[in-house]
């Protein structure tokens, strides 16, 4: 397989990749030892392969122009900070109660939202783009400053850290990639045009997505021995993240009913509510937290893929069913509809 054909692989099935980066990870955690400075020293690293190449492709630059419905923007970043933090907190407190590296990490996933893949997300499920296009540029602006204060409002009974340094690092994790990414971009269309950027761009996920896994293999193979002591750590994770997934899942669906919102600002919503930041979260928790979290929001990768499937291709059927049955808007959105049904 050509490295090309390598990288357009790693967009369509991450989640295989993380899997047998941990399974590998695993084997190789048990006999070598990981410094928590190389795990360090790798997620600075990994941070600009992960969000540089994303930051590229994203066209920052129509976001104004795209703001159309400031009510949805609003509905779903309250859903993606607020929303989903109210449900780290609850899931934290009762199935994570006593592993507070665990809790952490899930509060880490309520309070930093809005991942860049909600705009192919929401492509695939044939929404509306435009809008998740808005969400998520400004769910990541917002990160520096909301995040901080409310990751010490749910996570700082677990784990104590500088509220100040970690917006500091936010900041610098998103406005460099954010900068370099955007004048590469144009860069890239005055030397390739906009069909030759379009060919670049689709290969800019893959290499995002190999920060990814060095960032997960290091951080499993550094718990291999913990983890393969008490199994239990897995069951928690895994029962963590699903039960969060679960809850948001549940308040957005109710959300929809009652606002009798139309298919494709639906799916906005329900995606935004549980695809959370991959790169970000993570070359985070490789800076300044322990490995156990970096451990936990490590499976997140595997297990937010997984789901964001099972909603596409479960739940967003029975959304569109809803919005062709109510009429709400007056208007018809057959063809979105048409390409969940079939």
């Known amino acids: 397989m050509k490295w090309n054909e390598v990288l357009i692989d790693l967009r369509k099935r991450l989640y295989v990749y993380v899997a047998a980066a941990m399974v590998l990870a695993s084997t190789v955690g ?72 665990l809790a952490f990490a899930l509060a880490m996933v309520g309070a930093i939202p809005c991942s860049n893949m909600l705009i192919g997300w929401t492509g695939i499920a044939g929404a509306s783009v435009e809008d998740a296009l808005v969400v998520a540029v400004s769910g990541l602006l917002l ?49 390739l045009g906009g069909k030759g950027f379009v060919e670049v761009k689709k290969y800019l996920p893959g290499i995002s997505a190999t920060g990814v896994l060095l960032i997960v293999f290091v951080a499993t193979a550094r718990v291999a021995k913990l983890v393969m002591s008490d199994p239990e750590i897995l069951v928690l994770v895994v029962a963590g993240l699903f039960s969060y997934y679960i809850i948001q899942t549940l308040i957005a669906l109710i959300t929809i009913r009652v606002l009798k919102l139309s298919y494709e600002y639906a799916v906005i919503l329900l995606l935004a509510s549980v695809a959370s930041s991959q790169a970000i979260s993570l070359s985070v928790a490789a800076s300044m937290f322990p490995p156990l979290t970096v451990f936990a929001l490590s499976m997140k990768p595997l297990l937010q893929v997984l789901y964001i499937l099972f909603l596409i291709y479960t739940v967003a059927p029975l959304i569109a069913i809803w919005d062709r049955n109510l009429r709400v808007t007056g208007r018809q959105y057959e063809r979105p509809i048409h390409n969940i049904i079939q």
């Open 30 to 101: 048990m006999k070598y030892s990981f410094s928590r400075h190389a795990l360090r020293v790798i997620g600075w690293l990994s941070v600009f392969i992960m969000l540089y190449p994303m930051l590229t492709g994203l066209a920052v630059e129509r976001v104004v122009s795209a703001v159309k419905r400031p009510w949805l923007i609003g509905l779903a970043l309250t859903y993606a900070f607020i929303i989903a933090s109210l449900t780290a907190y609850l899931v934290s407190h009762t199935i994570l109660e006593g592993y507070p590296e």
């Open 143 to 191: 990160t520096p400053l909301v995040s901080p204060i409310l990751l010490s409002i749910v996570g700082g009974v677990f784990i104590a850290f500088d509220s100040l340094n970690l917006g500091l690092l936010l900041l610098t994790y998103i406005l460099v990639p954010l900068f370099l990414g955007f004048l590469t971009r144009r860069y890239l269309m005055r030397r």
